[in-house]
């Protein structure tokens, strides 16, 4: 019997209420089946579309140290958050020599020509999903100004300046000069002469 090789155990559930005791038992033995030592088991709960997932990391992290030759996992959904994200850490593990293997039975070597189509197939979907959540957004904005919503700062909005203009004042009518205002507001000083300027002009055109 020839060596087995390392792998890691990876087994995610997206709620608190859920369990990965199930996943971990299967994964055990499907490991045994597949001729895998498993060197480390990792745990998370994390829903799908949750960024930061440390367990996962962990694993990259064996990956990244050569400790193992394979990350096992009973669905790719387990293991990515998306198509790109799923394509972009395959593609890291590819550097490190190692596999990603579902309990399916399906190992995504990208060095192997299944693998190479796989990776193909993968950033013909991530491109389609970029270009859906690119026309979701064209169409929401679309959708919102038809509606009077109106996007970015409006002509003649200052939004720091009407912010600070009481404070300004405030300071200026206690005798403080324009550098000492901005230093104690953390404002650039033509920041402060520009609400003070307005301030003013804005008294004498009401008269």
Known sequence: MGQLRSAALYCRVS?????????ARDLQAFAERGGFKVVAVFTETASGTVTARSERTKVIQLARDRRIEAVLVTELTRWGRSTTDLLHTLQELE????SLVAQTGLQFDLRSPQGKLFAS???????FERDLLRE????GIAAAQERGVKFGRQKGQRVKADRYETRVMALKREGKSYRAIAAELHLSKNTVMDISHRVNDRKNSTG
């Open 136 to 139: 979701r957004i064209r169409s």
């Open 95 to 98: 550097t490190y020599g190692v």
């Open 121 to 127: 197939l993968m950033s013909a979907l991530a491109e």
């Open 15 to 23: 709620t608190g209420d859920q369990s990965c005791e199930r996943q």
